[in-house]
C-alpha cells in the first residue's frame, strides 16, 4: 500500500504520524508539507519590494517546512517504510490530491484542523476539499489515536460495501481489528392500523437489510476479518455516532459517495457531518 502522509504542524497533525503505527508498512511512504505562502498586502508597495518579502517569507516558510518533515521522519513508527520528503507551494488541498495522483497513493493520513463548522460550509476545508477531491482512501485524525481495534463500518448500499471490501482486501491494518458493519435504514412512522401491505413492505425492507449486512460481514470473515452485521432504524449520522460512542470504536471507515462537489459544501453530507461530531478518526474511502 502506497501511503502519503501530509503534516502542517498541529498537534493532529503530530497524531497522524502516531496513526501510522497501527497501518501496515507502506510499500511507499511520501511525507509532505504544503506551503500556502500569502502575498504582500500593501497597495502602495513598488512591486519589486513586495516580490522581495514575498521571496524572503517563502525561503523562511520553506526551511521551516524542511525542519517539521524532518521531526516527523524521525517519529516514524519501528515498522515504517523508508520515506521520501517534499515541500510544495500552493493550496494544501491541492497540493495533496496532486500529490496523491502523482504518487498513486492507496491511502492519505492527515490531522484535521478546520475552521468552525459554520464558515467551513461557507468556506470549505482542507480535510473536506480532500474527502471529495482525493483519488484514494483518507485518513482524518481528529485527537489521540490510542488504538486500531475496534472499527465501525457504515454501509449504504452495495455499492459501499464492494468499495468497502477492494480497501480492506488491500490489508492495511498492522495487526488484527474487529470490524462491526451498520447498516441504517429511515425510521418511519408505523404503518396505519389495517395496512397489511404497508406493515409487510416494511418488514421486507429490514430483512433485505438484515440479509445484506450480513452477507458483507460474511465476506469480510473470508478475507480474515472478524465481522459481525448490525441494523438500526434512525437518521445516518445520528445513528452512526451512537453505535461509535456504544461500541468504543476507534476508528469509523465509511464511504464518501453521494452529493458531490459544492453542494455538499453548501448542504452538507453524512461523511461531513461526521468530521465536525466524531468521536474517533474517521478513514473515508471511495
Same mark, same amino acid.
Given at each position: 500500500?502506497?501511503?502519503?502522509?501530509?503534516?502542517?504542524?498541529?498537534?493532529?497533525?503530530?497524531?497522524?504520524?502516531? *496513526?501510522? !503505527?497501527?497501518?501496515?508498512?507502506?510499500?511507499?511512504?511520501?511525507?509532505?508539507?504544503?506551503?500556502?505562502?500569502?502575498?504582500?498586502?500593501?497597495?502602495?508597495?513598488?512591486?519589486?519590494?513586495?516580490?522581495?518579502?514575498?521571496?524572503?517569507?517563502?525561503?523562511?516558510?520553506?526551511?521551516?517546512?524542511?525542519? =517539521?518533515?524532518?521531526?516527523?521522519?524521525?517519529?516514524?513508527?519501528?515498522?515504517?517504510?523508508?520515506?521520501?520528503?517534499?515541500?510544495?507551494?500552493?493550496?494544501?488541498?491541492?497540493?495533496?490530491?496532486?500529490?496523491?495522483?502523482?504518487? !498513486?497513493?492507496?491511502?492519505?493520513?492527515?490531522?484535521?484542523?478546520?475552521?468552525?463548522?459554520?464558515?467551513?460550509?461557507?468556506?470549505?476545508?482542507?480535510?473536506?476539499?480532500?474527502?471529495?477531491?482525493?483519488?484514494?482512501?483518507?485518513?482524518?485524525?481528529?485527537?489521540?489515536?490510542?488504538?486500531? !481495534?475496534?472499527?465501525?463500518?457504515?454501509?449504504?448500499? =452495495?455499492?459501499?460495501?464492494?468499495?468497502?471490501?477492494?480497501? =480492506?482486501?488491500?490489508?492495511?491494518?498492522?495487526?488484527?481489528?474487529?470490524?462491526?458493519?451498520?447498516?441504517?435504514?429511515?425510521?418511519?412512522?408505523?404503518?396505519?392500523?389495517?395496512?397489511?401491505?404497508?406493515?409487510?413492505?416494511?418488514?421486507?425492507?429490514?430483512?433485505?437489510?438484515?440479509?445484506?449486512?450480513?452477507?458483507?460481514?460474511?465476506?469480510?470473515? *473470508?478475507?480474515?476479518?472478524?465481522?459481525?452485521?448490525?441494523?438500526?432504524?434512525?437518521?445516518?449520522?445520528?445513528?452512526?455516532?451512537?453505535?461509535?460512542?456504544? =461500541?468504543?470504536?476507534?476508528?469509523?471507515?465509511?464511504?464518501?459517495?453521494?452529493?458531490?462537489?459544492?453542494?455538499?459544501?453548501?448542504?452538507?453530507?453524512?461523511?461531513?457531518?461526521?468530521?465536525?461530531?466524531?468521536?474517533?478518526?474517521?478513514?473515508?474511502?471511495?
Amino acid at each position: 500500500m502506497k501511503t502519503l502522509l501530509a503534516v502542517d504542524g498541529s498537534d493532529n497533525s503530530y497524531e497522524a504520524v502516531h *496513526a501510522l !503505527k497501527y497501518f501496515a508498512r507502506a510499500e511507499q511512504l511520501t511525507l509532505l508539507h504544503a506551503l500556502d505562502v500569502p502575498r504582500p498586502a500593501y497597495p502602495m508597495m513598488l512591486p519589486e519590494v513586495a516580490e522581495e518579502l514575498y521571496k524572503t517569507l517563502e525561503q523562511c516558510m520553506r526551511e521551516d517546512g524542511e525542519r =517539521l518533515l524532518d521531526r516527523v521522519q524521525s517519529l516514524h513508527p519501528m515498522h515504517a517504510s523508508p520515506s521520501t520528503k517534499h515541500v510544495r507551494i500552493g493550496s494544501p488541498a491541492e497540493v495533496i490530491v496532486s500529490m496523491a495522483e502523482e504518487q !498513486k497513493a492507496d491511502l492519505i493520513v492527515m490531522g484535521a484542523r478546520g475552521l468552525g463548522p459554520i464558515k467551513e460550509r461557507l468556506l470549505g476545508s482542507v480535510s473536506h476539499r480532500i474527502l471529495t477531491l482525493a483519488p484514494c482512501a483518507t485518513l482524518i485524525v481528529n485527537g489521540p489515536v490510542k488504538a486500531m !481495534k475496534q472499527i465501525l463500518l457504515p454501509l449504504q448500499g =452495495l455499492s459501499d460495501a464492494e468499495a468497502a471490501i477492494r480497501f =480492506l482486501q488491500l490489508k492495511p491494518y498492522h495487526e488484527a481489528v474487529e470490524v462491526t458493519l451498520l447498516t441504517v435504514l429511515p425510521s418511519t412512522g408505523p404503518p396505519r392500523p389495517g395496512d397489511a401491505a404497508a406493515a409487510a413492505a416494511a418488514t421486507e425492507k429490514l430483512e433485505e437489510q438484515a440479509a445484506f449486512i450480513d452477507g458483507a460481514a460474511e465476506r469480510l470473515r *473470508a478475507i480474515g476479518y472478524q465481522a459481525h452485521g448490525v441494523s438500526v432504524l434512525g437518521t445516518p449520522s445520528a445513528m452512526i455516532l451512537q453505535q461509535a460512542t456504544t =461500541l468504543r470504536s476507534d476508528l469509523i471507515l465509511m464511504g464518501t459517495r453521494g452529493r458531490q462537489g459544492i453542494t455538499r459544501f453548501v448542504l452538507g453530507s453524512v461523511s461531513h457531518a461526521m468530521l465536525h461530531q466524531m468521536p474517533c478518526p474517521v478513514l473515508a474511502f471511495h
